[in-house]
């Protein structure tokens, strides 16, 4: 596949920095790195976008993930490798991508909203905001997956 146009390199300075800025500041949230690489290869699957899932695989790698809950990410409802929190995350991630096929329903907000607290919920809806952003990017002008290495550095355990 060739991609359409680097859309790093192209990206008029103001347009790339706007996007970047609204992951930083998904990535400084607060909210645990994990749970937001999760959430980010869910609405990347569901988009389709091999290059996001790509290098949202590997930095989940880096941070620990196991292959086993990368694996089953797809069908995250039928196993049991997930936290009740990172179900209600990926349900609300779902939702948001999925907004056009019926909106988010009181029963995932109410699911979700058990388990973040609200200015959590709104960091989380930007997170999944600014992942599928990326999607729709890197999607349109086909980034080519596969070169990306991950700048992750393992997390180092509480004492």
């Known amino acids: 596949m060739e991609p359409r146009l680097n859309l790093f390199k192209v990206a008029p300075k103001g347009a790339y920095e706007a996007v970047a800025a609204l992951q930083h500041y998904v990535n400084n949230c607060g909210l645990d790195h994990t749970l937001l690489q ?83 919920l709104i960091n989380l809806s930007l997170a999944v905001a600014a992942i599928n952003t990326w999607n729709r990017l890197c999607i349109a002008f086909r980034s080519v997956p596969g070169e990306y290495k991950s700048q992750q550095r393992p997390l180092k355990a509480s004492v």
């Open 38 to 120: 999760l959430v980010e290869i869910r609405a990347s699957q569901i988009n389709g976008c091999a290059y996001c899932i790509d290098m949202h695989t590997k930095d989940a790698r880096a941070l620990g993930e196991s292959e086993q809950r990368l694996y089953m990410l797809n069908a995250w409802r039928e196993s049991p490798f997930y936290t009740d929190r990172e179900r209600a995350a990926l349900a609300w991630a779902e939702a948001l991508t999925l907004v056009a096929d019926g909106h988010v329903s009181d029963e995932i907000y109410n699911g979700v909203k058990q388990h973040f607290t609200p200015e959590e």
